[in-house]
């Protein structure tokens, strides 16, 4: 592997050498060459359009250098041009009419400039000069596209710009195989992306992106449509398709493009409708993985004034992944995209444009990528400190107490081959849940005096044996050696993964020349997306064989059958259900670890969403429906003078419903022990907790009611996906309802000072109300009845709405700049610029955890909210162009002071998200250099710190303690919201009291109750400050640990409410956020006979080390500094339109870790990774008519 890895390498390194070898070795042959190719004309195919993206087409086919100089492009429309001829005929053709002109400066570069009768507003490189006659020959010039972009919501040259921003037409995206959002960081200096944890990701702009989790959260990077911004969209998913232009504005851009854009801008222009022009092509592409891919358009003139124009997309292909247990690849693809768009002029001074895109998934797609965990091992000793001062080293025999201290996973470096482990299971409060649920919380000798263990009723009339038990000492949730795959793309789930989304955008957009110089614009936009996504929660398959049933035989005298309760989960006797794991009860106390009882294995529950299992199971599904609605009018000049302005406002409503679940046969078997025996011997109700009719004629109504006991939701699972069922306490449903209504009025102001300088004023004010609908989290939840006296919650069917909680802000934001356009005798043009803007995004509400009576629990709460973030950005920045065009060089310094950047963590079961403070800082260089019309070079540099503020801080899930030696993290019951941390003195003194040494079932009362510190009931299970601990399960155990030994700490008082110490952040720096980024890119060239020509390209990415979170722990917290390297090449015939392309993505077939999530403290804190798409090969054929 390391040779073959090795090999490649030497493969990329060696062609990318011979690109840039033979660009520079051949620079006198291809001047020649461009000589002739000049002379005898080429074919150039231009629609009337807009002139600027005319003037853009221009240069893309044909490689001249044109700029507007002085003018600005927007509001005028070229005339078409076909057909065979010179660049200059061309540019004459499209100028027809528009009262401009071009010519030649000294370095062969292509001009527009005003008509001689019209004035110059702007700085000429020379004095304006009549129009030139047509060339007959291509000057040996540089092929670097002067690219028009609406960063400014108007069409402008991007180096008249003064704001950092980065554009590509499909040609560039396509030879860099840029196919989406994810792949964008590449070729964008101070660019990060990585796939989030549920189903959005996380794309960010010098340090600043999405780590908040909300359904009310908004990215700091607004992604726009066609100049509209979308809350929901696809960015991650969906391919690249039928595209005339991808701009990426880095810094703050709220003034003009509203909301949400603290970071920057991702804006997609799709083509639109074209008329006078028919127009259509179509490729095909085959490629490893099995991938098929097919794209296509079509452009159909309707009359003089109306166009139609659809273009498809759909990319199917095998998965990245493999599945040990199923024995299927996975994360695979399947999905289309299609649009249509509609233009209608029926006059000069009216445009309409109609857009539908449509999206759709279905498929074997991964949200998340592996598990990784370094095992945290059982502890068999505790170290401590007595009452005197004296240092005490306790050995743990108890099972309770060691389970207790179990930490599932350890803060270790993701990249260690440690992490590749399981979580403990032991540890989980899940663990000791079942095992006491279900008859092993028993005392070491049960004579058959007082009430017996859980799961067993002896009286005169029956003797059930309800134990179907976990075996103590062993992990349920292990796998053979506690060791996976150390391929980041070999899982082993029992459960393949399903994705499926859909998304449709329609859009309106209208244009008004109201006069000359004066445009209305109005932009109407409506979205509806919706997501479902399930995979294996584990991504690990358990050993199995969990469930157990005692072998035949009486029980003080009477025969041994399974309880009512548990025979229609499992069986009426184990002939019914398989030879079955049993810890064998012989009346004289517990035989002793599960080897020595002698009983095989075997056994299956059946599980109503998940089937029949024979080992423990969770799978989550994460679903989402959102809608959109957004109107925009825009006011534009374009007039001669010295100012132009932009005013609009706009309006928005986003709606989204967001469920994510949790079904695990734990959980399921719990709620049907939890539930007791009598619901199905009264006749009242059924095994799922549905009345019966019995139940519902009144028979025993006054003890039982419909939501007593924790309703078992009975629908299989493809129901729940598809919306029946839903309302079961038999598993995690976590829902969050919220509604965002914002509108803003706006403007930017533009005032030339001077022919060479200009001033920029702009003002923004947003009008931000976020509406949420709480629901809480319900998992075995059931209210107080007699066979669960102890049971906390306030219903025990269905998820209660509580009442709308509304939240509002109103906010002021804005721009300033200057920028300078020098005559310098180095330069052919040249912006200076600097710049201040203030940003600002929305705060919103944390998820609800789940419902607690209030009588009987009180949990320490958490803020509700979430505060907003605001950024002032100070940049300044120059842009130039040199050598006749052939090089550009841009550059760029910014400073951010950063307010409340919002970042969410996963804490007591549900996400919470917290504010920070921060500074930012950094540089950024972009350049091409075209020496010839063949050969080109293009790098960028990002260069990026980032710096948590002062006396900022948070408790760290993964580190407690802070590592005080003189503290211990304990695990709580499964009703308790949070793992807590509690002093090792406390715990020391109990475990020294209750465990008997030498035993292996020993006094339980100290050692279980170590889970009752966690500080969140009052009256069950849990410390009564003032009191004592207060120790009263329904098993009928009630004693006071001061009759023990008296103890004066109280958990209330421990820091944080026992959440523990709080990390400091100071100086830390920001999640995903390089120190610094490359790229370079080299292409050449290659002119053939008849017509054709043969591109190479070679492109390698690289970013530094950065940190997966606040905390910046090490070495857990490091993601390692990755690369990525690219290779294409593309032989083209203009004359026939024929484009054939190979490429290798990912050359190296790299699996860097590119961003992380830590799970929940219940299921051990593992660590969810992800990387990214392996190599790649492909070979498509494009054909356009």
């Given at each position: ?7 490649l390498k ?5 062609s ?16 020649q ?7 005898q ?7 009337a ?13 044909t ?7 002085g ?21 004459t ?20 400039a005003?008509?001689?009768?019209e004035?110059v507003r ?16 291509r000057?040996?010039?540089a ?20 704001v ?26 101070n660019v ?31 992604v ?16 690249y ?15 003009l ?15 639109l ?7 259509m ?8 993985h ?12 309707v ?13 199917q ?25 509609v ?19 279905d ?43 179990t ?72 796998v ?11 899982i082993s ?14 859009q309106?957009?209208?244009e008004?020349?109201?006069?000359p110089?004066?445009?209305l ?17 584990f ?12 072998t ?14 548990w025979?229609?989960?499992?069986g009426e006797s ?12 012989t ?7 599960l ?11 059946l599980?109503p ?36 302005f ?14 994510y ?9 719990m ?6 025996g ?9 095994r ?26 009975n ?13 079961g ?13 914002s ?8 005032w030339s000072?001077r ?10 004010f ?10 809480p ?11 669960k ?31 300078w ?23 919103g ?20 909210r ?16 040199l ?23 996963l ?17 950024e260089?972009e ?27 948070s ?22 919201p ?7 003195d ?12 030498g035993?292996t ?28 601990s ?13 009759a ?11 820091p ?7 990390a400091?952040l100071?100086?830390?720096e ?21 017509g ?19 905390y ?15 290779l294409?090449?593309t ?13 290798v ?6 699996t860097?870790?590119?961003d ?11 660590t ?18």
């Open positions: 592997m390391k040779s073959h890895c090795s090999s030497g493969l990329f390194l060696a990318t050498a011979a690109v840039l070898a033979a660009g520079l070795a051949t620079t006198p042959a291809a001047a060459a461009a000589s002739g190719a000049s002379a004309g080429r074919a150039i195919t231009i629609p359009q807009p002139l600027g993206a005319a003037v853009q087409a221009l240069s893309e086919q490689d001249a250098v044109v700029i507007a100089a003018v600005r492009l927007n509001g005028r429309r070229s005339a078409a041009v076909s057909g065979a001829g010179t660049v200059e005929q061309a540019l053709t499209l100028l027809r009419g528009t009262g401009l002109g071009w010519r030649r400066d000294v370095n062969g570069a292509y001009v527009i005003p008509a001689a009768d004035p702007r700085r000429q490189t020379t004095a304006p000069a009549a129009l030139s006659a047509p060339q007959q020959a000057p040996d010039v092929a670097l596209e002067d690219i028009v972009v609406t960063a400014r919501r108007m069409e402008e040259r991007i180096i008249d710009v003064p950092a921003v980065s554009a590509f037409s499909a040609e560039q995206l396509d030879e860099r195989k840029i196919e989406g959002g994810a792949e964008l960081l590449r070729v964008v200096p990060n992306f990585s796939k989030d944890n549920f189903t959005g990701y996380n794309f960010s702009i010098r340090g600043i992106g999405a780590k908040v989790l909300a359904t009310t959260a908004d990215p700091g990077v607004a726009s449509f066609n100049n509209t911004a979308l809350l929901r969209n696809r960015l991650f998913e969906q391919e398709f039928d595209v005339q232009r991808l701009e990426v504005l880095r810094g703050p851009q709220g003034t493009y509203g909301r949400n854009a603290t970071a920057g801008v991702v804006n997609l222009l799709p083509n409708p074209e008329l006078e022009q028919f127009s092509d179509a490729q095909w592409e085959v490629g490893n099995d991938s098929r891919r097919a794209r296509g358009m079509i452009n159909i003139p009359g003089d004034t109306l166009a139609v124009r659809g273009a498809f997309a759909v990319t292909r095998d998965g990245f992944d493999y599945n040990t247990v199923t024995d299927q690849n996975v994360n695979g693809r399947d999905l289309w995209s299609t649009r249509v768009g233009l209608w002029e029926p006059t000069e001074n009216f445009r309409a444009n109609f857009l539908w895109e449509r999206f759709r998934e498929d074997d797609r991964a949200r998340t990528g592996k598990m990784l965990c370094t095992r945290g091992e059982t502890p068999e000793s505790l170290a401590w400190t007595a009452p005197d001062g004296t240092a005490q080293t306790t050995p743990i025999f108890s099972y309770w107490s060691s389970t207790t201290l930490a599932g996973c350890t803060p270790s470096s993701l990249y260690d081959d440690k992490a590749f482990g399981v979580p403990d299971g032991r540890g989980f409060p899940l663990t000791a849940a079942i095992i006491n649920f279900t008859g092993v919380f028993v005392n070491p000798v049960w004579t058959g005096g007082g009430r017996p263990p859980r799961g067993y009723t002896s009286s005169a009339s029956n003797g059930w044996d309800g134990t179907y038990l976990l075996p103590l000492y062993v992990d349920p949730f292990g053979e050696g506690n060791r996976q795959s150390p391929d980041l793309r070999t789930t029992g459960y393949d993964p399903k994705f499926q989304a859909e998304n449709d955008i329609f309106l957009n209208l008004w020349d109201l006069t110089g004066l445009t614009h109005s932009q109407t936009l409506y979205m509806e997306d919706s997501y479902s996504g399930f995979q294996d929660f991504r690990t398959y358990a050993t199995g064989q969990m469930y157990r049933y005692e035949p035989g009486l029980v003080h005298g009477l025969p041994r059958t399974v309880a009512p309760t025979a229609p989960w499992i184990s002939a019914e259900v398989g030879t079955v794991y049993s810890m064998a009860w009346g004289q106390g517990i035989c002793g670890p080897p020595d009882c002698g009983i095989p294995s075997g056994g299956v529950f599980d969403q998940l089937g029949a299992t024979d080992r423990f199971m969770a799978l989550d599904l994460s679903q989402a429906e959102s809608t959109q609605w957004s109107q925009e009018f825009r006011l534009q000049s374009d007039w001669d003078g010295p100012f132009n932009n005013l609009g406002a706009n309006w928005l409503r986003y709606k989204t419903e967001e469920n679940w949790v079904f695990s046969n734990v959980f399921s078997m709620a049907v022990q939890q539930n007791g009598s619901p199905v011997t009264s006749g009242n109700f059924d799922y907790c549905n009345l019966t009719p019995q139940g519902q004629a009144g028979v025993d109504a006054g003890t039982l009611d419909p939501h007593t006991c924790a309703y078992i939701d629908t299989p699972l493809n129901d729940i996906i598809n919306g029946q069922g839903g309302d306490h038999n598993y995690i449903r976590s829902t969050s309802i919220s509604q965002t209504e509108w803003a009025v706006f403007g930017e102001g533009y000072v022919d060479d300088l200009r001033l920029t004023l702009g003002l923004r947003t009008d931000d109300t976020k509406t949420i609908t709480p629901v989290t319900q998992l075995l939840a059931s209210t107080p009845h007699v066979y006296p102890d049971a906390t919650g306030l219903v025990g069917r269905g998820y209660p709405r509580y009442p709308d909680e509304e939240m509002h802000w109103g906010e002021w934001t804005g721009r300033a700049a200057i920028d356009k020098p005559d310098l005798s180095f330069t052919n043009d040249t912006l200076i610029y600097a710049s201040f803007s203030r940003g600002y995004k929305g705060g509400g944390n998820p609800r955890d789940r419902d607690y009576n209030p009588n009987l629990v009180n949990v320490p709460s958490l803020p509700s979430y505060d907003p973030e605001f950024v002032n950005a100070y940049e300044i920045g120059t842009k130039n162009s050598a006749g065009g052939r090089l550009v060089f841009n550059a760029t310094g910014f400073f951010y002071d950063y307010r409340d950047y919002q970042v969410a963590q804490i007591e079961r549900a996400i919470h998200n917290e504010n920070f403070d921060a500074h930012i800082w950094g540089a260089f350049t091409a250099w075209a020496p010839t019309r063949n050969f080109r070079l293009d790098a960028t540099v990002g260069l990026l710190r980032t710096r948590i503020g002062d006396g900022e801080e408790v760290d899930v993964m580190n407690r303690t802070q590592g005080n030696p003189d503290w211990v993290v304990i695990k709580p019951w499964p009703g308790s949070s793992t807590c941390i509690v002093p090792a406390v715990v020391g003194r109990l475990i020294n009291r209750n465990d008997e040494v035993t079932f020993p006094n339980l009362l100290g050692s279980l109750s170590l889970r009752t510190l966690c500080p969140d009931r009052q009256l069950i299970n849990s410390w009564v400050p003032g009191s004592g207060q120790f009263n399960y329904a098993d009928g155990w009630t004693d006071a640990w001061q023990l030994e008296p103890l004066s700490y109280n958990p209330f008082d421990a944080n409410g026992g959440r523990g110490f709080s400091d100071s100086g830390n920001l999640p995903n956020a390089p120190r610094w980024t490359f790229n370079i890119g080299a292409q050449y060239r290659i002119e053939l006979p008849a054709w020509d043969l591109m190479l390209r070679g492109d390698y990415y690289r970013q530094a080390d950065s940190w997966m979170r606040v910046n722990l090490r070495p857990y917290d490091r993601l390692e500094g990755w690369g990525n390297a690219n294409s090449m032989l083209t015939n203009r004359t026939s339109d024929l484009v054939v392309q190979a490429y993505k990912n050359v190296l077939d790299d860097p870790i590119t992380g999530f830590t799970g929940p403290d219940d299921l051990g804190n593992a969810n990774v992800f990387t990214l798409d392996p190599r790649i090969i492909g070979v498509s054929v494009k054909k356009s008519f």
